[in-house]
C-alpha cells in the first residue's frame, strides 16, 4: 500500500508545474491549462486524506471532489469563453497585450 505521503507528494509536484505554468506562460490557454493542473492536485488531496482517514466510508472526500470538478468543469465553460471573445476583439490571445477589456 503507497503511503499518504507519497500522494502528497505528487500532489505538490502538479501544483507546482500548474503554478509554474500560469505564472510564466503569457497564452491564455496555457494559462487556464495551468489552473486546471492546480485543482486536479486539490483534488488529489482531497482524495488522499479521504482513503486515509478514520473513516473512509463516509464518502466525505468523493462529495467535495465530485464538486470541485463541477465548478472546474464550469471555470474551464467560461475561461475558455472569454479566450474567445478576447481573441476576436484583440487578434492574439496573449495575456500581456490585452491591457483593456473595454469595447
Request: charged share 10%.
Amino acid at each position: 500500500m503507497t503511503p499518504l505521503a507519497a500522494y502528497l507528494i505528487l500532489s505538490a509536484f502538479l501544483f507546482a508545474i500548474g503554478l509554474a505554468g500560469a505564472l510564466t506562460r503569457r497564452n491564455a490557454i496555457i494559462v487556464l491549462m495551468g489552473i486546471e493542473l492546480m485543482l486536479n492536485a486539490a483534488n488529489l488531496n482531497f482524495i488522499a486524506f479521504w482513503r486515509f482517514s478514520d473513516h473512509p466510508e463516509a464518502l466525505t472526500g468523493i462529495m467535495f471532489v465530485i464538486f470541485s470538478i463541477g465548478v472546474a468543469a464550469a471555470e474551464a465553460a467560461v475561461g475558455l469563453a472569454l479566450i474567445i471573445a478576447i481573441y476576436r476583439h484583440y487578434k492574439t490571445t496573449n495575456v500581456d497585450e490585452v491591457n483593456s477589456l473595454k469595447g
